[in-house]
Each structure stands twice: as structure tokens, then as C-alpha cells.
């Protein structure tokens, strides 16, 4: 198939308009009502009717639990793979918006009821998606090639992806040549961008239960105590990062979150139990420090003569998030020619942690992942100016409220433009704009290269 010339790129503004509306209704609805983890129900209800309305899409439900796959063929070519999120969690939201959510959902794990909160920017996510999507499928005679969605639960568990393509994902849809993920975060709306390499830390947590002998606090003599050997490890474990990294070349960071023991001040108990985080971004420099985790905590069970060994128990895992440099460097260079100014292509790496790239890598195939700018631009040059950025609320505060249409306009058209790129190349250049016609894209209503257009005139829409 030809390549776009910049005449194709004006018509298809032209002729692909988008009206964001039912978009922001879906994305309140869905924010309205969050879900926690593998409880999706109604959310992925939502999500697949919502999908079955699309001509041509074919739709797979229940995909390890609550999970959705849908298809577009359409001719010969590549296969790329687009993934949001299903899940919220279990925070309760203070934004006040009219669309807040009030959701109390009862947890399934421990049989409490708990507030519930779209406080990542998976709701986003999903509309974006969905925009794309329709998009995408109205401009068909633009590309050639399979497209793949995916609509994962439990990304807030790290198990969701894993959980997909250990129930047959990819026995029921095509095997992506590339993969395509983002997410949103506190920056200014309208502002995107990636990095080449590692995008996201890996991040494991553990829970470490010490067992000791209980008795009376008056006879310390005559137990084993395990809040002393838990205190003793929180402290120790303190030295892996400032003792055994050398921090001018690597990235470590280990926080013990919780301490649980006992419940009365005249009672040694029998038991002590800690929960900890290790952030690194470095396979060999996670796999050192995991190592001298269990060595501290063993060995502090053997010099406190526990009764039996520590016990550690993996909870949670997330891999790194790494973007294929080969891929990575193609949308890098088109997304710079399109989006420039707003679009950075060396974007600050993040401690944060995404199961997405378990979708490429169970099959060998390469991903790229992007960030999308989720503050209303009057917030963040305030905070700019007051020296006071640190105090925007970001995911998984309950304050978290992105700016609805900026944020979408942008992670709807960068997944367009993904696409778009990687099933038919475009050799957008810097001036390609000045080819586009303006004035007809102005007179569209939100087509999904408007923003990009009036982005490049450093204009607000």
C-alpha cells in the first residue's frame, strides 16, 4: 500500500470527524462506577456491548476472568495489539465532581465492603480506546492490516495480562507483530511522550512472617520475640541500597510498607509479619537485591533462634516495562514530526510498574508505551509558577481529576497515529503541516487530527 502524501493527511481530516460527547459521557459513566480488581462485571459488560456496536469487530469475553480480546481484519499486512485497562481501586474518591464515583464494592478477597475509585486513569484508558477504535474502523480504506484490542483486568494486581494469555488469548486472536500501550499521569494535558529502553520499574511485593515463642512481657527470658527479629530485618534491610548499589549506575529502592504484631501491651506474640516493596530497573540488579533480601531475613531468623525459618511469600509482581528500540524509534520520530512541540521522545523514565509488556513478551514480540499529560493546563502553570508541582494530585489519590477532553484528544490520536504509522507507513516530516489545511480542520468538529493540528500552532482547542 502507498505511502500517506500530505494531501491524504488534510482529507482525512477532513473526512474522519469526530464528536467527542458520547466519548466524555462514556468516560464519566465509567468513572461513575469503578470496579476492583478481577471484579470487573459490569465495567467489561459495559466495555463489550459497547464494542459489539462497531461493524466488522469480533468480541471474546471472559478471557481470564473478566478480560476482553476483539478483532478487526481488515486485508493483508501486519497485526498491531492496543491494550487498556478494566480495573479501579479501593480508594474513596474526594474530587467532588458531578461525576464522582460513590461506588462501595465488596472486596471478594477478604469480604470487606470498600470505596471504590477510577484513580489511575484506566477509565481514561477505556474511552480513549474505544474512540480509537471507531475511528480507526470509519477510516479503513486508510490501512491494511488486523487490529487487535485488549481489555485487561487486574492491572492494578499484576496478574491481569499474565492471567489473558494463560487462558488461550492468543488461541482466539492473532499474535500482534507490535504492541501499543500508554497511560496517563500528572502533566500538562496536551503534553505526551516516551523513552526508548526501560519506561517502568519492575516492582515485587513481598510478606515476611516471623514466628516466634508468645508469652507474658514481664519474662522476655522465657520467648522467642518476633517483633524484636521483624525490627531488627526492617533496619537491615535498610543497607541493600546504601551498602550493595553502587547508585551512580543502578536504581533500587526497598520500603517496608507494613509492620503487624500483636495486640496487647503485655503480650509478646507469637507472630510478626512485615510487607515490603523492591522498585529496581534492572533485571540483574532486581534479581541481587531479591537475593539479599531472603539472605537478611533468613539469617535474622536463624541469630534470633526462631523456633522456624522465616516465611516469604511473593503477593505481587510487575516486570519491566521496556520499549523496543526499533519500534520505540519509529513512533518517536513520526509522533515528533506530528505533535511537536508537545511531544518529547526522551520522557523521564518512571519508578512506577505496568503489567502491560506481559503481553509481548509471553510470545517474543516487541512493545511501545507511551505517557499522555493528564492536568488541566491552568493547574499545572500555576503550580509552575508557584514552585508547587509536587502538590498536583497524581494516580491513586483521591483527589485525582484529569482534564476529560485534552486528555482524550491526545491518547486518542496518539493510538490513531500508532496505528496508523505501523499498518501504513507515514513519512510525516516537520513542515507536513504547513501542507495540512487548517482552515478545514478548524471547521471540523473534533476531528481526531484537530488537536495535533491546533497543538502545532500552539493554541488551545
Given amino acids: 500500500m502507498p505511502e500517506f502524501t500530505p494531501t491524504e493527511i488534510g482529507d482525512l481530516i477532513r473526512h474522519h470527524e469526530v464528536d467527542f460527547a458520547p466519548y466524555e459521557e462514556l468516560y464519566k459513566h465509567l468513572h461513575a462506577y469503578p470496579e476492583l480488581s478481577h471484579q470487573e462485571y459490569k465495567t467489561a459488560a459495559t466495555i463489550a456491548a459497547r464494542l459489539r456496536r462497531v461493524p466488522g469487530l469480533e468480541v471474546f469475553e471472559n478471557i481470564g476472568g473478566t478480560g476482553i480480546a476483539a478483532v478487526f481484519r481488515n486485508g493483508d499486512g501486519k497485526t498491531v495489539l492496543l491494550r487498556s485497562e478494566l480495573d479501579g481501586l479501593p480508594i474513596k474518591e474526594q474530587t467532588n465532581l458531578p461525576y464522582a464515583s460513590k461506588n462501595v464494592v465488596r472486596d471478594e478477597t477478604d469480604g470487606v465492603e470498600k470505596p471504590t475509585m477510577h484513580a489511575c486513569g484506566h477509565d481514561m484508558h477505556m474511552a480513549c480506546l474505544i474512540a480509537a477504535i471507531d475511528i480507526l474502523v470509519s477510516a479503513k480504506s486508510e490501512w491494511s492490516g488486523t487490529l487487535v484490542i485488549i481489555y ?8 491481569g495480562a499474565i492471567r489473558m494469555v494463560n487462558d488461550g488469548l492468543y488461541d482466539k486472536v492473532p499474535k500482534p507483530d507490535v504492541l501499543l500501550g500508554q497511560h496517563i499521569l500528572p502533566q500538562r494535558a496536551g503534553r505526551f511522550g516516551m523513552r526508548s529502553g ?4 519492575a516492582s515485587d511485593c513481598l510478606k515476611v512472617t516471623f514466628t516466634g515463642r508468645g508469652g507474658h512481657a514481664s519474662m522476655p527470658h522465657r520467648t522467642i520475640d ?3 527479629m521483624a525490627a531488627s530485618t526492617v533496619v537491615r534491610l535498610q543497607t541493600i541500597v546504601s551498602r550493595e548499589i553502587n547508585v551512580s549506575q543502578e536504581f533500587a529502592v526497598v520500603t517496608v510498607g507494613s509492620f503487624n504484631a500483636g495486640n496487647a501491651a503485655n503480650i509478646i506474640p507469637e507472630q510478626a509479619e512485615i510487607q515490603l516493596n523492591v522498585r529496581t530497573t534492572d533485571e540483574n540488579t532486581r534479581k541481587r537485591v531479591l537475593s539479599s533480601i531472603d539472605r537478611i531475613i533468613k539469617a535474622e531468623g536463624e541469630a534470633s533462634g526462631a523456633i522456624q525459618a522465616p516465611q516469604i511469600e511473593t503477593t505481587l509482581q510487575f516486570p ?3 520499549n523496543d528500540p526499533t519500534v520505540t524509534q519509529k513512533v518517536q520520530q513520526t509522533f515528533g514530526s506530528l505533535f511537536s512541540p508537545d511531544f518529547t521522545a526522551e520522557w523521564p523514565r518512571s519508578n512506577a510498574s505496568e503489567d502491560f509488556t506481559v503481553l509481548g513478551t509471553s510470545i517474543g514480540r516487541p512493545c511501545c508505551f507511551w505517557f499522555v499529560g493528564c492536568t488541566a493546563a491552568e493547574i499545572w502553570e500555576e503550580a509552575e509558577e508557584n ?6 494530585p497524581g494516580n491513586h489519590s483521591a483527589f485525582f481529576a484529569p482534564d476529560v477532553l485534552r486528555t482524550m484528544q491526545i491518547g486518542m490520536s496518539s ?6 504509522l505501523l499498518l501504513r507507513p507515514i513519512p510525516w516530516e516537520l513542515e507536513t503541516a504547513n501542507s495540512i489545511d487548517l482552515e478545514a480542520a478548524r471547521g471540523a468538529n ?3 487530527l484537530k488537536g495535533i493540528i491546533v497543538l502545532r500552532e500552539g493554541n488551545n482547542i
Avoid: H, K, R, W
Wanted: include cysteine; glycine fraction near 10%; hydrophobic fraction near 45%.
Fill in 152 to 159: 485487561q483486568p487486574a492491572e492494578e494486581l499484576g496478574n
Fill in 198 to 201: 526501560t519506561v517502568m520499574a
Fill in 226 to 228: 518476633p517483633i524484636v
Fill in 320 to 322: 519491566l516495562t521496556i
Fill in 387 to 392: 514552585g508547587t508541582l509536587s502538590d498536583i
Fill in 415 to 420: 493510538l490513531v497515529a500508532g496505528v496508523e
Fill in 446 to 448: 473534533c476531528n481526531y
